[in-house]
C-alpha cells in the first residue's frame, strides 16, 4: 500500500533557529502534498496545498513565509518553520495524494508525524 | 469555518460493545472519509463513503451518510482494547482535494 515517510518524527529546538521537515511518499508519486498543524486534543488544521512544481497554496491565516513549504519533486515536500518560535510548537503532519480515484473520491496518506518542541 | 462538529467529543465503553460516533458538516461534499489516530501518532484511513452512497459496511465498521441532514456516523461493532484511538471525520469538497477534518472523537475501550 501507499507509503509516506515523515522526518524528522521529533525535534526539539531553539526559539529563533529554523526546522525542516520532509515528506516522502515511498512508493508512489505524489502530486498533491498536504501539510496540517495539530495541537494536543485537537483536530487537524489545513496549513497548505503543495503541488509538485508550483508554489505552495496556504489557508487563511497561515503565514507563508513563517512556513515555507517547497514540492520540488513528486516524492518530496518540505516545510521549514523559519525564526521558530514556543508558539509554533506543535504535531506537523503531512499528507499524500496520486491523485484522484474513482468518482473524484481522493484517499490520502498520511505521514507518521513531526512533533516540533521550541524552547 | 467549515469544520463540522463531531459527537460526542469522549467515548468510553467496555470491550465487545458498540461504539458510535457523528459528525454533521455544513457544506456540499463529494465524499467524507473517517480516520483513526493513535496518540501522537499519523492517521489512518478507515473508510470511504461518497455523497451518493447511503451505507458503508468494512469489517467491524459501519458507517452512514445522510447529505440531508449533513451527518455520518460511524459504528464500530464488538469492540476491543486495541479500538481505543481517536476517530476523525473528514469532508471531502467537490471542487478541490483538500480534506477538512472535524474535532475528532476520544474512543476508549475498556477490556
Known amino acids: 500500500g501507499a507509503v509516506v515517510s515523515q522526518h524528522p518524527s521529533r525535534v526539539i529546538c531553539k526559539s529563533g533557529t529554523s526546522v525542516k521537515i520532509e515528506c516522502r511518499s515511498l512508493?508512489?508519486?505524489?502530486?498533491?502534498m498536504f501539510w496540517y498543524r495539530q495541537f494536543p486534543k485537537q483536530s487537524l488544521m489545513l496549513m497548505a496545498t503543495?503541488?509538485?512544481?508550483?508554489?505552495?497554496t496556504y489557508e487563511q491565516g497561515v503565514e507563508k513565509d513563517k512556513f515555507l513549504i517547497n514540492h520540488a519533486s513528486l516524492t518530496l515536500s518540505t516545510l521549514t518553520v523559519t525564526s521558530a518560535h514556543p508558539e509554533d510548537s506543535s504535531f506537523y503532519i503531512c499528507?499524500?495524494?496520486w491523485g484522484q480515484g474513482a468518482s473524484g473520491a481522493n484517499v490520502l496518506t498520511f505521514g507518521a508525524g513531526s512533533r516540533l518542541t521550541v524552547l | 469555518s467549515q469544520q463540522g462538529e463531531e459527537d460526542p467529543q469522549a467515548l468510553s465503553i467496555q470491550e465487545g460493545e458498540n461504539a458510535t460516533m457523528n459528525c454533521s458538516y455544513k457544506?456540499?461534499?463529494?465524499?467524507l472519509q473517517w480516520y483513526r489516530q493513535n496518540s501522537g501518532r499519523g492517521l489512518v484511513h478507515l473508510i470511504l463513503?461518497?455523497?451518493?452512497?447511503r451505507e458503508k459496511h468494512s469489517g467491524r465498521l459501519r458507517v452512514t451518510l445522510d447529505t440531508s441532514k449533513k451527518s455520518s456516523s460511524l459504528l464500530i461493532t464488538a469492540s476491543r482494547a486495541a479500538d481505543t484511538a481517536s476517530y476523525f471525520c473528514?469532508?471531502?469538497?467537490?471542487?478541490?482535494?483538500?480534506?477538512?477534518f472535524g474535532k475528532g472523537t476520544l474512543l476508549t475501550v475498556n477490556p
Open positions: 499528507s499524500a495524494t
Open positions: 457544506t456540499s461534499i463529494n465524499n
Open positions: 463513503i461518497r455523497s451518493n452512497e
Open positions: 473528514a469532508r471531502q469538497a467537490r471542487s478541490n482535494y483538500k480534506l477538512t
Open positions: 512508493d508512489f508519486q505524489a502530486t498533491t
Open positions: 503543495s503541488n509538485e512544481g508550483s508554489k505552495a
